[in-house]
């Protein structure tokens, strides 16, 4: 018995045909043939019960036999703002898990302190689908483009933007500075609220700057830790996901 192989088709329901890089991936690698059975997801909260009806080297049709509405596996719209790594590679690992645990949206930072101020976001786009493939998520996360910090908190504080797709209710920044610095800061499992869209921002290498953080909390960001240890920016953005996500 053949597994079922798992395909990304963002209007599955809309086509009868596996976009490019699928279709070569079911053709070249998988051999798929006729009468052979797929699942397609479409990556906004749908899977498709499908079979193949006709391949060839450059095409696989594909006709749909079931749609399969899926439940979502966590409540609130769930944001991550992080500034990328100066290795990549690292950021690029942290986005596979964090796509694996759930999450609903990704944005990357360039911050005062930023190593890193351009990247490829086709290539996250990939590997996010493809952690969606592995992890049969019924949700892709959303990739926003690299943004500056400081239009971002403008974007955030604007009530009337259309910048993202939810403003979050909560709002947190994570950095490394004392609580004598800046006041009161909790850990941010202890501050998420269940069911409410929570956005946490993460810094780069060198955190935030002190402006950047007195910025953030002028605009309704509660600064938090995410516990005594040090941790490795893309780390601390993995946790943060984390703890939203078994909140929720």
């Not at 749908?46 to 079979?51: D, E, G, S």
Request: glycine residues 4%.
């Amino acid at each position: 018995m053949k597994e079922v192989r798992y395909f990304y088709v963002p209007e599955a329901a809309q086509s009868a045909e596996l976009p490019e890089e699928e279709c070569q991936h079911a053709v070249r690698v998988l051999r798929m043939s006729p009468d052979d059975e797929m699942v397609l997801m479409d990556g906004a909260g749908f899977f498709y019960k499908a079979h193949v009806t006709e391949v060839n080297k450059k095409h696989c049709f594909y006709a749909i036999d079931e749609v399969l509405p899926q439940q979502r596996q966590w409540k609130g719209h769930l944001h991550l703002a992080m500034a990328p790594t100066k290795n990549m590679d690292r950021t690029e690992w942290m986005c596979e898990k964090a796509t694996e645990i759930g999450f609903d949206e990704l944005t990357f930072l360039r911050c005062k302190f930023s190593e890193r101020t351009v990247i490829k976001t086709e290539r996250v786009e990939k590997i996010v689908v493809a952690a969606v493939k592995q992890s049969r998520k019924a949700w892709k996360p959303v990739v926003n483009e690299m943004t500056d910090f400081k239009r971002f908190i403008k974007e955030i504080c604007d009530p009337d933007s259309q910048f993202f797709h939810v403003c979050p209710q909560k709002r947190f920044i994570c950095h490394c500075y004392e609580e004598s610095d800046l006041g009161e800061k909790r850990l941010l499992k202890d501050c998420l609220s269940k069911g409410e869209d929570a956005l946490v921002l993460v810094g780069p290498e060198g955190d935030f700057s002190i402006d950047e953080v007195r910025l953030a909390e002028s605009c309704g960001f509660q600064s938090v830790s995410l516990g005594d240890s040090r941790l490795r920016t893309e780390t601390a953005a993995l946790v943060a996901v984390h703890m939203m996500n078994l909140f929720n």
